[in-house]
């Protein structure tokens, strides 16, 4: 079975009736850079920048970030490459955040993060020169409202005019009820939205993300999946395009849900994207 799928990297991501579904890999790392383009993926979705700083002791600096993205970008010269800006969310937070405290919840890092603008600023700056030659496009997660974003879009804004380049495409994570709620100024706000499923299904369901019942299958709930019927219908209206990358994108019986309801671009693990390619292909 594996080796069909694999003989079928060529063909094109299409249902049968003839809609394209954009595959876009979920990466971290170089050599996940690399299993992205051998599968067939059609470019990076979503490229998660915080592993490496999980430990660390202060905001990264632009030369840490530097590093760590330089080797990553390296094989993604000419490819659509969505950089994902650090997402310190409570279950993923470093020493300096936690003050040494494990039990404390801090909430979302998106907050502390603009209370650091210049930490933010060295992060844009990064990204950008390291990422010039993709095609690059920049998401910040956990966004709760459509002030945030224009925050967000004004440190990118002179974050690009210090580096010499026109700012790229600003998108908004929505992965918070929050944001479900202010889906239409965000959608006005924004140049493309893609759904964080993985946490917007806990946190619509009330599940803890470490919690065992807490699996991608649970995003076709009723309630999950109105919630994303809002956010396609308000991009669709703004002329966006909608991404789907919680691990949601990458299960068989969702599929289905979410490409009826109008996602346009699913980006998922390395490693399922023949799978999912196979899938979108049998859907009428
Ligand atoms: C998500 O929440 O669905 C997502 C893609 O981000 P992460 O899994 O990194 O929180
Ligand atoms: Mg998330």
Redesign the pocket.
Known sequence: RKATLVAERGLPSVTRSGRRIVLRA?IATPSDAQAALTAGADGVG?L?TELPFLDARSWPSYAQHTAALVPIFRCLAGQSVTVRTL?Y?DDKLPPFLTNGRSDQRLGRGLPLMLAEPDAFADQFRAILTAGAATDLKIMI?MIASAVELAVCRDLLTKAAADVGVTPPPLGA?I?LPEAVADIEAIAAAADFLS??????TCQILGLDRRDPAATPAMAAHPDVQQAIAAVVAAAHQHGLLVSV???AAAHADVIPLLVAVGCDILSVAPSVVDEVRARVRQLE
Do not use: T
Not at 195 to 200: A, F, T, Y
């Open positions: 979920n979503l998660r997402d969310a997660p994570m992965e759904i964080g499923s993985n946490d917007l990358c919680g691990d």
